[in-house]
């Protein structure tokens, strides 16, 4: 099974910036292509993904022109630059992967296999 690793998250004033990293280990083909985010009491909300080869990425509404995404298939890693940070920002962040590679951006829930344990990200106002 895959395992995905997160890092970067932390406390940060509004206007701030972070970058989270998901790190991609396993024997099984996958990819780490997509980051939610889930703030208490609210459901899980779709922020970011790419397509397998990187050519192609989406954004969820609520952070077009703030965050980038971003992959060193090398490393098998995944990025996630988030800049002006606001305090809606504030929520656990999980990095996500498939069993099997894809041509086209994926921003559901159900299109991924895997999951990060998910990594806190508080924006203070």
């Known amino acids: 099974q895959v395992q995905l690793v997160e890092s970067g998250g932390g406390l940060v004033q509004a206007g701030g910036s972070l970058r989270l990293a998901c790190a991609a280990s396993?024997?099984?083909?996958?990819?780490?292509l997509g980051w939610f985010r889930q703030a208490p009491g609210k459901k899980r909300e779709f922020v970011a993904a790419?397509?397998?080869?990187?050519?192609?990425?989406a954004y969820g509404d609520s952070v077009k022109g703030r965050f980038t995404i971003s992959r060193d298939n090398a490393k098998n890693t995944l990025y996630l630059q988030m800049n002006s940070l606001k305090p809606e920002d504030t929520a656990v962040y999980y990095c996500?992967?498939?069993?099997?590679?894809?041509?086209?951006?994926?921003?559901?829930?159900?299109?991924?296999?895997?999951w990060g344990q998910g990594t806190q990200v508080t924006v203070s106002s």
């Open positions: 996500a992967a498939r069993r099997v590679r894809t041509f086209v951006v994926k921003i559901w829930e159900a299109d991924y296999d895997y």
């Open positions: 396993g024997r099984t083909v996958s990819w780490p």
């Open positions: 790419m397509n397998g080869s990187g050519g192609s990425s």
